[in-house]
């Protein structure tokens, strides 16, 4: 064969490769509805302003500053960049079956060989030595006769893909526990504040109790009555300062930071609300999330190795080539005489592997029924934890303002119970359950305002981190 028709053959064979095996990918139908079951007006709020980072809309400038020392320090956010890397080489690897592969295995070789005797009746033996000296060039190309590579190709990509996807996921999750454990932590510290102050006025009425006593004017167990809740004042500090110790060492980790050199800036106070966030409607989401756009992404990945087993199963040509020099001297080794060159096709028939090519393909099937099952509940999930988050703030800012009525009240039954007891009209347990009660209001009303933030966090976490794309249209139901 002349190396023209070599070369000729060798194009017929390159172009024919144009036929792609298996599933082309296309979106599934997700289940999904027009609107959220617990919207509210405050879910199409329109004021919210344009912000850089989801986290600015609090505008607390000491949670800007651990989310940027988090996202510089955070070894789950590292992880998450290896994980890019190591897809991103996958890809490579695929893509480099694109090519022709080239290779050399250059040889110097001595061989000796007996070939009689030089003396007839003699024991002196003749040997020949000598050596041979080969520059060969090796190249191999894969005709993608039924979209192989192409597919294999198809599937790296989407796995860089969703590797970026989950690194955009392990970004919204980070910065959404910084601002959670954050606000935790504010609230907390109000907590202590109160608690704080409440012990102080304890040990006062203990002091005022004892004063009483001593003059005849109350009976001893008002005295002790008033120590119990001194002591239970100080334990509610005690408890408040272990919650505050453990608050500040999750944050320190959250951000990276060992927790003994962890530095918390003076917190500000806790605002009695947290801005208002749009949710917008539920197949947004499918856009915004990247837990979603991850679990996609997977799908085409696991569709597309379909594709790569099926073409498996079928025959796979190659195109193989050899040139190179071959001789006993080397300096003639270039010498145009001593030049050989081979090429032609080989083709790779998977006539028997005892079925297992074809299972093979049916697990790829059955991963991608897999991934797609997952994908689904993955967006029924998102939907729910929007719609969680949408009826937790419902609720919340009724508690709030049922609180706000309650407070009231008890404000008014430690005046008069504390006016009562003064004028001997009634005992010290009186003024202990009122201001209990008083207590207890105000407590829950920072936990419910705590619970506010977590909501509003777990809603911007929910709806992907983002609602600049967001209809605000109050006309949506």
Not at 155 to 160: I, L, M, P, W
């Amino acid at each position: 064969m002349s190396i023209r028709s070599a070369f000729v053959m060798a194009a017929c064979l390159l172009f024919a490769g144009c036929a792609t095996v298996g599933p082309d990918y296309v979106r599934p139908a997700m289940p999904g509805a027009d609107h959220y079951r617990n919207a509210s007006p405050q879910s199409f709020a329109t004021n919210v302003p344009r912000i850089e980072a989801w986290w600015q809309v609090f505008g607390d400038d000491v949670l800007n500053h651990l989310e940027a020392q988090a996202i510089q320090n955070s070894p789950q956010l590292a992880a998450a960049f290896a994980r890019v890397q190591q897809a991103r080489a996958q890809f490579g690897v695929s893509a480099a079956d694109r090519w022709s592969s080239l290779s050399s295995d250059v040889a110097v070789q001595a061989a000796g060989e007996t070939v009689g005797q030089s003396v007839p009746g003699s024991s002196e033996v003749v040997r020949t030595k000598g050596h041979g000296y080969t520059l060969p060039l090796s190249a191999t190309y894969e005709i993608d006769l039924w979209g192989r590579i192409r597919r294999a190709m198809q599937s790296a990509q989407a796995n860089v893909e969703a590797s970026q996807a989950d690194q955009r996921g392990v970004l919204l999750t980070l910065t959404a526990d910084i601002a959670r454990y954050y606000f935790a932590l504010k609230q907390i510290n109000a907590e202590l504040q109160i608690a704080r102050d409440t012990a102080r006025s304890c040990q006062e009425e203990v002091e005022v109790n004892e004063s009483r006593f001593r003059a005849g004017l109350t009976p001893d167990l008002d005295v002790q009555r008033a120590r119990v809740e001194a002591a239970t004042a100080l334990s509610d500090v005690a408890d408040l300062q272990r919650q505050n110790a453990q608050a500040v060492n999750a944050l320190a980790v959250a951000t990276g930071i060992a927790p003994a050199n962890f530095v918390v800036s003076e917190l500000n106070t806790l605002a009695p609300a947290p801005p208002p966030i749009p949710a917008g409607i539920p197949s947004q989401l499918l856009e915004r999330r990247p837990d979603l756009a991850q679990a996609e992404l997977i799908l085409r990945a696991r569709t597309a190795d379909i594709g790569v087993a099926t073409a498996n199963r079928l025959p796979s040509i190659q195109l193989l080539g050899n040139v190179g020099y071959s001789g006993p001297q080397f300096s003639d080794l270039f010498n145009p005489a001593n030049r050989y060159w081979n090429i032609g096709p080989a083709i790779h028939l998977p006539i028997f592997d005892g079925g297992r090519l074809k299972a093979q393909e049916a697990q790829l099937r059955a991963i991608a029924e897999e991934a797609l099952a997952d994908y689904r509940q993955k967006t029924l999930a998102a939907f729910q934890e929007v719609d969680d988050a949408l009826a937790a703030l419902r609720e919340q800012s009724a508690q709030i303002d049922a609180l706000a009525k309650g407070k009231i009240a008890a404000l008014d039954a430690v005046s008069l119970s504390r006016m009562r007891y003064r004028r001997g009209l009634s005992n010290y347990l009186d003024v202990i359950d009122a201001e209990r009660s008083l207590l207890q209001i105000e407590r829950t009303r920072l936990q419910i305002i705590g619970a506010q933030y977590a909501s509003t966090i777990g809603l911007i976490k929910g709806i992907g981190g983002s609602w600049e794309d967001i209809h605000t249209d109050e006309g949506t139901p």
